[in-house]
Every structure is written in C-alpha cells, then in structure tokens.
C-alpha cells in the first residue's frame, strides 16, 4: 500500500506564489508517475501537471503551463509542484496521485493511489 500526503497549501494574493510538496511512502516511488490534480467546489477533478518516473517528461494542462512546475526528487520520494503568477481561478483543492503501472497519462481513473489533498486559495 502506497501512501500520499500533500502539504504546502495556503492562502495567497493573485499573482504571488506557492509550492505544493507530496511525499509518497514506498521503494518503488521512483518507478511511478506522479500527477497533480484539482477539484473547485462544484466541478469535475481536473489534471493540472504529470511527471514520469525518472522525471524526463512533464506535461501541464494549457490553463496551468508557463506558470507551473512540477518537478520530483526519487531520493526523497517527494514530488513538486511551484505555483507561480496564481489567479483566483486557480483556488482549488489540489490534489497528488501515484500511477504505479509505468503509464503516463493525465486521467484521473488511471492513478492508483491518492492523497487527501490539499487547500489553495487564491484572492484577488
């Protein structure tokens, strides 16, 4: 069983920034993706940001690339995710998932295993 918690949540002014952390327990961490993903109240979870195992691929949902970054560190078995130039759009719960099947995909149905997430609140 593989266990994910996210931290690093918070309240921020448009425009300023955060930095999501997820540590997830496991040795075969390195050999997973990591996604991030976020649910507003009233909507669907939504993809945001993937990385592939050894971190070589990222990809972003168009409404986050060029302000996010995920990045991971296996030493760690701790993934990223820098939140830059925020918008009160972006004010979700977000959340981090492990995909333990070496796809790299961003549907949410593909991931394994989920933390409990975390709040981001961004006002304008």
């Known amino acids: 069983q593989v266990q994910v918690v996210e931290s690093g949540g918070g309240l921020v002014q448009a425009g300023g920034s955060l930095r999501l952390s997820c540590a997830a327990s496991?040795?075969?961490?390195?050999?997973?993706?990591m996604g991030w993903f976020r649910q507003a109240p009233g909507k669907e979870r939504e993809f945001v940001a993937a990385?592939?195992?050894?971190?070589?691929?990222?990809y972003y949902a168009d409404s986050v690339k060029g302000r996010f970054t995920i990045s991971r560190d296996n030493a760690k078995n701790t993934v990223y995710l820098q939140m830059n130039s925020l918008k009160p759009e972006d004010t979700a719960v977000y959340y981090c998932?492990?995909?333990?099947?070496?796809?790299?995909?961003?549907?949410?149905?593909?991931?394994?295993?989920w933390g409990q997430g975390t709040q981001v609140t961004v006002s304008s």
């Open positions: 496991g040795r075969a961490f390195s050999s997973y993706t």
């Open positions: 990385v592939s195992w050894v971190g070589g691929s990222t």
């Open positions: 998932a492990a995909e333990s099947g070496w796809v790299f995909t961003t549907t949410p149905a593909r991931y394994d295993y």
